[in-house]
């Protein structure tokens, strides 16, 4: 099971919302499809389902530069990128090396920028970039850097995922953007899962976070351009809730170690279009979500 897994850690990752995902894919009749992640970061559910069989084409987009390093240097360069987990050296000098490659950011140097970005990823607490290091400077934590660092465990990964290659599509567009020009274009068997960054905590999690006028008008283009089958998890604020108020939703809970303080409600809305799960199929997805309120799973809210 492992080498169906993301080889990023996320802060949010929605990979354990995959089942529930896989359910809206059956009852809306989405088979052979396309998947699509605006907001792509680790990209958790979409490479389950492409190695799973459940869809045939995914579309990832991130706005981050560093995310899209990573992907295109496993996509196109695979072989190298576990050469350079292999013969990684796990020591705080190293970090910093890597951590100073992450900061500069030279857009030249894809691959070498694609594996910091990764290495980060893997050695700091929760995968936050611009986080510390597992187990402190000094190394006296009870976990220590290589704690999330399992050579043959991620190369497995990387190489299913380099095996589907041709089956990933790879952008680095403005989630508006990508909305508009790139999703408007897909064939209606396509289903777009949308996780943006979170509403209150997006700025301390992420590089590229929105500010709230970002998010109303996010809200704007999902409800007026978006016309294929679209699903969007937030956290649960009124402010959220009220950009949608017209739409369908529920509320789930997921449990993420970013920090305590992310532990709790979110919401996942729906477009019109998407047909919800019968509430028996939805049984044994809450064994991986929590729905809290079962009964607008299956009622307009
Ligand atoms: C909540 S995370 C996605 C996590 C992902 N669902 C997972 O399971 O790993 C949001 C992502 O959106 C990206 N992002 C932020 N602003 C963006 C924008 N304007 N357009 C596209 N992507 C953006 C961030 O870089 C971040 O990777």
């Not at 579309?59 to 196109?76: C, E, G, K, M, Q």
């Not at 999703?183 to 289903?191: C, R």
């Not at 449990?255 to 809305?269: C, H, T």
Request: include cysteine; glycine fraction near 8%; aromatic fraction near 12%.
């Amino acid at each position: 099971m492992g080498k169906y897994r993301t080889p990023l850690r996320y802060p949010g990752g929605k990979q354990r919302l995959t089942p529930f995902i896989e359910e809206i894919l059956a009852s809306n009749k989405i088979t052979n499809g396309n998947y699509v992640e605006p907001f792509a970061g680790g990209a958790g559910v979409a490479i389950q389902l492409l190695l799973s069989g459940k869809v045939d084409l995914i579309h990832l987009n991130d706005s981050d530069y560093r995310i899209y390093a990573f992907w295109y240097s496993i996509l196109n360069k695979a072989e190298e990128f576990c050469h350079l987990i292999r013969t990684a050296s796990l020591t705080i000098d190293e970090w910093r090396k890597q951590r100073d490659i992450v900061k500069k950011c030279d857009r030249r140097k894809l691959l070498s920028l694609g594996f910091s970005v990764f290495y980060l990823n893997r050695c700091n607490r929760s995968g936050i970039l611009s986080g510390g290091v597992i187990g402190g400077n000094d190394q006296k934590g009870n976990y220590k850097m290589d704690a999330r660092f399992s050579r043959n465990d991620l190369i497995r990964r990387i190489e299913a995922i380099a095996l589907v290659r041709d089956k990933v599509s790879l952008t680095q567009f403005d989630a508006e953007y990508y909305i508009r020009h790139y999703v408007a274009a897909l064939p209606k068997n396509t289903l777009v899962y949308l996780d943006p960054p979170y509403y209150e905590k997006g700025s301390k999690l992420y590089h590229n976070f929105y500010g709230k006028t970002d998010h109303a008008r996010l809200a704007q283009v999902i409800q007026s351009s978006l016309k294929h089958k679209w699903i969007l998890s937030y956290d649960c604020v009124p402010e959220v809730l009220g950009f949608y108020q017209k739409r369908r939703h529920f509320f789930y809970g997921l449990q993420y170690n970013a920090s305590s303080v992310y532990k709790g409600r979110e919401v996942f809305i729906l477009g019109d279009s998407v047909k919800l799960p019968s509430e028996s199929s939805l049984d044994h997805v809450n064994k991986g979500i929590q729905a809290y309120t079962r009964k607008s799973l299956t009622s307009r809210a």
